[in-house]
Each structure stands twice: as structure tokens, then as C-alpha cells.
């Protein structure tokens, strides 16, 4: 048995599927749908709908990615403005609105069984029984190890070295000359559940995950891909072993990510950005160009460009250090005040 397996396809093809890579890397990738109306969505799911019966639509999208053409929904009067004045054509919600100018509704009782139904209509699971895809799309020079799994529709450029045992899910796109060490898994679901009444429903992932190129992934880290659109990791950044990005996060060009770090979804990291050991990010947050989290720090809040930043929760670095020294000097301190009080 080869210790590798090496695939190659012609220069020309190469051309355009590098035009082709640089083309999705630009911009996020809602799920596209096929030329469908209103109508024959509302029958799919059984629900009523406001608007034209052939009003058009292309796409799908969750809330906080949502373009023009896209159908989203909403299924709490939390959201509701919100999804009403996005840039969704489509609102697919739980009550009787005024539809908003140019826009459609469609009326289901529960927006998000009836949103994952129609997901899963265009996009539905595609079982896989052996290693690589027949309709993965790799380029010349790329070496992938024994145990790899690639999934369908996949696309991986040139020069690329996956190493053994490393999984890499259905709709993936990884650029030029980019490692991926043993045991990691690019584009598993992400951590999305609805609390219910009979306890999670989960919702399900149809986006991707969009690895530029120069990019390198350590051993056994975990990327999941977005939920509708796409999670993204921009050329040159290096992520040490074990580090998690959650659904639907983007990662800037030429960062560092230090191991057993853990970024939640939603989150922008900038360009040229510096994560030490076991930092933690929660979700929706934007850390700032150049900015710097030291080890094992929690970040609650966004951080400025070319800020560094320390601790549970992370604030300034010189602000936690003279914090971390006043707490030192306490007990001197207050020993000194009883003993002078007492006197």
C-alpha cells in the first residue's frame, strides 16, 4: 500500500479552480437554493404565506447573516424587528405581521422546525462508504495519508499535506498549501440547541467551512462549520493542537492561535491577531486587529486593535498586573491595620 496518496489534475482545470477558490474566500456563502416560489415553500411546510406567489428568493440564512434574497427566520417577539428589517426577502415567522415593503412572510407555527425542513430539502444528508468523495475537487501535489476522510462536493487545493486520520466534511474548501495534522475534524456541526419543553432541539448545520491558503492546522482541532454560511480561516494563520472554532467565526490573515484554545461562534477575530495557551472566547465578540490575549484568559467583551489583554475576565494587561499586586500586598496591609488599631 503507498504511504500516500498523491492526486493530479491538469493545469487548466487548476486555473479555473483556483479562480473558482478565490472567488468563495471573498465573501461568506449563504446556502443557495434552487428556483423555487413561495408557493411551493409554504406548501412544503405547511404554512400560510404573505406576498406574491412566485416572489423570488435564492438563498437561506440565519439571522445574523442574512442578505438581500435570502429567506430567514424568527420565532421570538425578542427578534422579531429585527428580522422584519433585515436584509432577508423572506421572513418566515410564528405570528400575523404587516409585511414589510418588498418584502414576504410565510406563517408557520414553529419558524424553526419548519426553516430546518426546508433546509433539508435542498441540502439533505448524502451518506458516504468510502475514504474520499467522487466529487471532491483536489489539487496537484496534495498529499493525503491513510485514514483521511474527505466528504462530498468537497474542494482542496495544491500542494496540501492532511495527515493521517484527519476528517474533513461534505462542502469543505481549503486553499493552497495547507497542513492539517493528525486527528482534526474541519466541518462538524455546530453547537446550536433550542431549549424545549421535551428538552434540545438541535439545529442542524448546512454552511462550510472556507480555510485560505499557507494555513496550518495542529493535531486534533476541531472547526465546525457555519451553520448556514460559512466559517472562515484567512491565509497564513497557524492554530496550535487542540484548539475548537466554533460555528460560523472568522479568523483574519497570519494569527495565532495557541493551543487548547476554544473560540464560540459568531466571533470575528481580526487580522494578525496573538491567542496564547487555553485563552477563551465567547460568542459574537470582535477582538481587534493586532490585539493580543495572554494564556489561559477569558474574553467577555470585544477587544480593541493592537490591545493586550490578561485574566478572567481579560481587561489591559498593565490594568490586571497592578490589580494582581495590590491583591498580594492585602494581607501585609491589613495585618499592619489591625495590628495598629488594636494598639
Not at 479552480?17 to 478565490?22: A, E, P, R, Y
Not at 435564492?58 to 433585515?86: R, W
Not at 426577502?89 to 412572510?105: D, Q, R, W, Y
Request: hydrophobic share 40%.
Amino acid at each position: 500500500m503507498l504511504p500516500y496518496l498523491t492526486i493530479r489534475f491538469s493545469n487548466f482545470f487548476l486555473i479555473e479552480k483556483k479562480i473558482l477558490f478565490l472567488h468563495l474566500i471573498k465573501k461568506t456563502f449563504p446556502m443557495k437554493i434552487k428556483k423555487t416560489t413561495l408557493k411551493n415553500i409554504a406548501e412544503l411546510i405547511g404554512a400560510k404565506y404573505v406576498g406574491p406567489a412566485n416572489f423570488p428568493f435564492t438563498g437561506l440564512n440565519e439571522i445574523h447573516k442574512v442578505e438581500a434574497g435570502d429567506i430567514t427566520f424568527v420565532d421570538h417577539p425578542k427578534y422579531y424587528a429585527k428580522a422584519l428589517n433585515s436584509a432577508a426577502s423572506v421572513v418566515l415567522i410564528n405570528k400575523e405581521v404587516v409585511c414589510p415593503e418588498g418584502k414576504a412572510l410565510l406563517l408557520h407555527d414553529d419558524p424553526f422546525d419548519a426553516f430546518l425542513r426546508i433546509m433539508r430539502h435542498f441540502r439533505p444528508f448524502e451518506p458516504q462508504m468510502q475514504p474520499i468523495s467522487d466529487s471532491a475537487t483536489i489539487g496537484e501535489g496534495t498529499q493525503i495519508m491513510p485514514g483521511t476522510f474527505v466528504g462530498h462536493h468537497t474542494v482542496i487545493g495544491k500542494n496540501c499535506l492532511i495527515h493521517p486520520n484527519v476528517t474533513i466534511y461534505d462542502h469543505c474548501v481549503i486553499g493552497d498549501n495547507v497542513i492539517i495534522h493528525s486527528g482534526s475534524v474541519i466541518g462538524a456541526d455546530g453547537y446550536y440547541f433550542q431549549r424545549r419543553n421535551e428538552g434540545f432541539k438541535k439545529f442542524e448545520s448546512f454552511g462550510r467551512v472556507v480555510i485560505a491558503d499557507d494555513v496550518e492546522i495542529g493535531a486534533l482541532c476541531s472547526i465546525d462549520r457555519g451553520v448556514t454560511s460559512d466559517t472562515i480561516i484567512e491565509s497564513g494563520t497557524k492554530l496550535d493542537n487542540h484548539c475548537q472554532i466554533g460555528h460560523d467565526s472568522y479568523i483574519g490573515h497570519n494569527c495565532l492561535i495557541g493551543a487548547h484554545a476554544a473560540i464560540a461562534g459568531v466571533t470575528r477575530i481580526e487580522d494578525d491577531v496573538i491567542l496564547w495557551g487555553r485563552v477563551c472566547i465567547n460568542k459574537d465578540l470582535v477582538i481587534g486587529t493586532g490585539a493580543v490575549v495572554l494564556a489561559t484568559s477569558a474574553v467577555d467583551k470585544n477587544i480593541e486593535p493592537g490591545k493586550a489583554v490578561f485574566g478572567v475576565p481579560a481587561q489591559e494587561v498593565r490594568k490586571q498586573w497592578r490589580e494582581q499586586a495590590a491583591l498580594r500586598q492585602l494581607p501585609d496591609f491589613l495585618k499592619e491595620y489591625y495590628k495598629t488599631h488594636q494598639s
